[in-house]
Structure formats: C-alpha cells, structure tokens
Nanobody, 124 residues
Framework: QVQLVESGGGLVQAWGSLRLSCAAS????????MGWFRQAPGKEREFVTA????????YYADSVKGRFTISRDNAKSTVYLQMSSLKPEDTAVYYC?????????????????WGQGTQVTVSS
C-alpha cells in the first residue's frame, strides 16, 4: 500500500515560483506512474501533469504547459512540481496521486492513491 504526503504549498505573488514535493512510502516508488491534480474553490478537480515510472514521459494540461515542470527522484521516492510564472488562476489545493497499476500514466480516473493536498495561493 502506498502513502503520499505533499509539501511546499504557500502564498506567492503572481509571476512567482513555487516547488511542491510529494513523498511516497510503501510500495517501491519506481514501479508506478505519478500525477498532480488541483481543485480550486467551487470547481471540480482537474488534471495538471503526470510522469511515467522512470521520468521518461511527461504530460501537461494546456493551462500549465511551459510554466510547470514535473519530475521525480526514485532514489528519494519523491515527485516534484516546479511551478513558475504563477497566475492567480493557479490558486487551488494541489494533490499528488499514484497510479499504482501502471508504469505509464493512463486516464485521469485511473489514479488509486491520493495525498491530502497542499494549498497554493497566488496573489495578484
């Protein structure tokens, strides 16, 4: 069984940067795909980005492409989300998630393990 703990959220000004971390424990980290999602107040949770087991494949939502970068360090069992050029509309609770049945990300509904979330607030 996998457990996920996010960290690194906070308050940042528009056009600033922030890096989120998600530490995993339990099953061997390099054996599954990881993703980040976010949920803004009054909105549904949405996909942000995903990464394959070895970091060789990454996927991004159009809204964050070119501004956000996902990476992972399998030796540290941690996935990162580097966010740059942040906008007020990026304000949300950010969740990391694991698709423990797959090496490569598939559909957004396939993630079976979730962290507790970390708040990111971007002020204008």
């Amino acid at each position: 069984q996998v457990q996920l703990v996010e960290s690194g959220g906070g308050l940042v000004q528009a056009w600033g940067s922030l890096r989120l971390s998600c530490a995993a424990s339990g099953r061997t980290f390099r054996s599954y795909a990881m993703g980040w999602f976010r949920q803004a107040p009054g909105k549904e949770r949405e996909f942000v980005t995903a990464i394959s087991w070895n970091g060789g494949r990454t996927y991004y939502a159009d809204s964050v492409k070119g501004r956000f970068t996902i990476s992972r360090d399998n030796a540290k069992s941690t996935v990162y989300l580097q966010m740059s050029s942040l906008k007020p509309e990026d304000t949300a609770v950010y969740y990391c998630a694991a698709d423990t049945h797959r090496l490569y990300p598939a559909g957004t509904s396939d993630y079976d393990t979730w962290g507790q979330g970390t708040q990111v607030t971007v002020s204008s």
